[in-house]
Each structure stands twice: as C-alpha cells, then as structure tokens.
C-alpha cells in the first residue's frame, strides 16, 4: 500500500483571504485527518529551505518572497486508507488553478500559479521530508 501521510501548506494567499478554515474544512471531509498544523510566518531561509529543488528556476526568487510575505498553515495529513499523496493532489487540483478542475481546492480559492493557495507532496518520499521540515519534533516519522 502506498503512504498514509502528506504535507501541505495553506499559503499566505489563502490565509490572508481568510480560506484557512474552509480549507480545511474541505481537507477533513475528504477523509483526511489533521496530524499536526501550525502557523507560521516563514523567513528567507526557511522558505528558501524548504522549496530547495527549485532553486536554480527562474520563479525562485519570486515563490520564495510570496512564501515570507505573510504567515502560512503547514500540516501533516493522514489519510488511514493510503494513497495519500495522490489522492491529496486530486482534491488540490492542478498547480496551475487556470488547469484544476471544477470543485478543486485551487480552482474555488487560487489566484495564479505561484499565489495557488495550497501545496501537497508530491511523493510519498518528499512527503516524510516535508513533514520533518515543519515538524521534526514528531515521533509519526
Ligand atoms: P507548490 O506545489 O507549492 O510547489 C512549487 C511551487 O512553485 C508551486 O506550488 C507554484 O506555486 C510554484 N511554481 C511552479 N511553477 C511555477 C511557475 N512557472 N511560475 C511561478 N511559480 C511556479
């Protein structure tokens, strides 16, 4: 079976706007279980961190100011019947809300492609990373 856990972000965008709690609320009735969650206002080093494969892209510098340009909600998902990742990005929707279909995340709260409300892993190997990321402390990993 493939992994239980993923970890997303509900974006500075998203929380300004005030979409935290539907969000969420979305999240939950998916299936979905809050492991953890925190607020947090990410600085240079911290986002930079934590979006390190794209460093060498062009969007670097620009995802990585939006990410500190105000306080974000990282959390560790578990989805008990696995395929969590997956099954994850699917409620998302595509990185690119223009793409995400009807009744995803994206499409109903993003604005563009780099202000698209929320992250989810992408593997369930990058999901374990992410989650120690913001989380080190939690014995799950
Ligand atoms: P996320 O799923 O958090 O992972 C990487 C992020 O980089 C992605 O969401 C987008 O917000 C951002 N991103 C990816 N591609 C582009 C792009 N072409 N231009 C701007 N931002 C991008």
Do not use: W
């Amino acid at each position: 079976m493939s992994g239980t856990l993923t970890l997303t972000i509900i974006k500075p965008d998203a929380v300004s706007k005030g979409y935290t709690g539907k969000i969420i609320d979305q999240i939950i009735g998916a299936g979905f279980q809050v492991k953890a969650m925190k607020m947090i206002h990410m600085n240079e080093r911290e986002a930079g961190g934590f979006y390190d494969v794209h460093r060498e892209r062009p969007f670097f510098k620009d995802l990585v100011a939006f990410m500190t340009s105000g306080p974000c909600v990282p959390m560790v998902l578990e989805l008990p019947a696995g395929n969590a990742v997956e099954s994850f990005r699917k409620l998302i929707g595509a990185t690119n809300p223009a793409n995400a279909e009807e009744g995803t995340i994206r499409k109903q709260f993003a604005e563009s492609i780099e202000r698209n409300a929320i992250h989810g892993s992408d593997s369930d190997e990058n999901a374990i990373r992410e989650g120690r990321y913001f989380f080190s402390d939690l014995e799950m990993f």
